[in-house]
């Protein structure tokens, strides 16, 4: 075979103007869909939502070059109105509350740095002091500790006072 045999066979034909469409037509349905992607399901990342802008003005470069004038500036403006509308359409409050999680956690820890247990309440030795142990005030178990001396099971307790989330107490 000689060399312009070769050439012959595969010679690049262009595309026929359907083709062109379909390809243009995909490209911008693919930025659209990375532009709905970024705006209510991954917002935030910003690499989807340029991936979305660079099909998009891959479409609308293809359009102008393979359509002409007329039909860039018809690919532009299809573009231009769809890409507004997911926009607008995403970014509407009533549209980002299905997507946003709109429940509240009223739930609450007791928080050791405001003691329920106060300075002079009485309670008694659930376990033995050896310095740390158990003690009941009013029904609520608590771990406490004493200044050193060590206190029987069943012993009345007072509390000095709460020191670095301990609670200190002596025998009442």
């Known amino acids: 075979m000689s060399n312009n045999c070769f050439l012959r066979i595969f010679r690049v034909t262009s595309t026929t103007p359907l083709m062109d469409w379909i ?3 995909l490209l911008l349905l693919f930025g659209l869909l990375f532009l709905v992607a970024e705006v209510l399901f991954i917002p935030g990342t910003t690499l989807v939502g340029l991936v979305g802008f660079a099909l998009l003005a891959i479409g609308i470069w293809f359009g102008y070059r393979d359509l002409g004038s007329t039909g860039g500036h018809i690919t ?3 573009a231009a109105v769809l890409a507004g509308i997911v926009v607008y359409i995403g970014l509407r409050p009533k549209n980002l509350h299905r997507f946003a999680l709109t429940d509240v956690n009223n739930t609450s820890v007791r928080d050791a740095r405001r003691p329920d247990v106060e300075p002079g309440t009485v309670g008694r030795t659930l376990s033995a002091l050896r310095p740390a ?4 005030f009013d029904d609520d178990r608590r771990e406490v500790v ?10 009345p307790v007072r509390v000095l006072g709460i020191e670095q989330n301990r609670i200190v107490v002596e025998q009442a």
Do not use: P, Q, W, Y
Request: charged share 10%; proline share 0%.
């Open 23 to 25: 390809s243009i037509a």
């Open 76 to 78: 532009l403006v299809t």
């Open 133 to 136: 142990g158990t003690a009941l």
């Open 146 to 155: 004493t200044r050193g001396e060590f206190l029987a099971s069943g012993t």
